[in-house]
Nanobody
Framework: QVQLVESGGGLVQAGGSLRLSCVVSGRTFSRYAMGWFRQAPGKEREFVAAFSRSGISTYYADSVKGRFTISRDNAKNTVYLQMNSLKSEDTAVYYC??????????????????WGQGTQVTVSS
């Protein structure tokens, strides 16, 4: 079992910044992919950003490219999502997700095995 715990969400004005954290614990593999997804009310869960299993490559949704940065601290088993220049359309519950298997894509939530409980991000305009 793998446990994921997110933190760092909150209320911020448009143009502001937030940093989300996701602590990974439990029986993790040495190589695993980590992703951030979000879900706004009435919408499907959508891909935001991800690390490859090697931890070298990163991937971003077009809507956040240039504004969001995914990073990881292996010593702390933590993955971060730095969010800058926030917009009202970024308002959502943000989830981190873990995947041990290989896939050529990172944007499909069905391919992830474990999920955190989510953290609310609200951007006021």
């Amino acid at each position: 079992q793998v446990q994921l715990v997110e933190s760092g969400g909150g209320l911020v004005q448009a143009g502001g910044s937030l940093r989300l954290s996701c602590v990974v614990s439990g029986r993790t593999f040495s190589r695993y992919a980590m992703g951030w997804f979000r879900q706004a009310p009435g919408k499907e869960r959508e891909f935001v950003a991800a690390f490859s299993r090697s931890g070298i490559s990163t991937y971003y949704a077009d809507s956040v490219k240039g504004r969001f940065t995914i990073s990881r601290d292996n010593a702390k088993n933590t993955v971060y999502l730095q969010m800058n220049s926030l917009k009202s359309e970024d308002t959502a519950v943000y989830y981190c997700a873990y995947r041990s298997s290989y896939s050529s894509t990172y944007y499909n939530p069905d391919e992830y095995d474990y999920w955190g409980q989510g953290t609310q991000v609200t951007v006021s305009s």
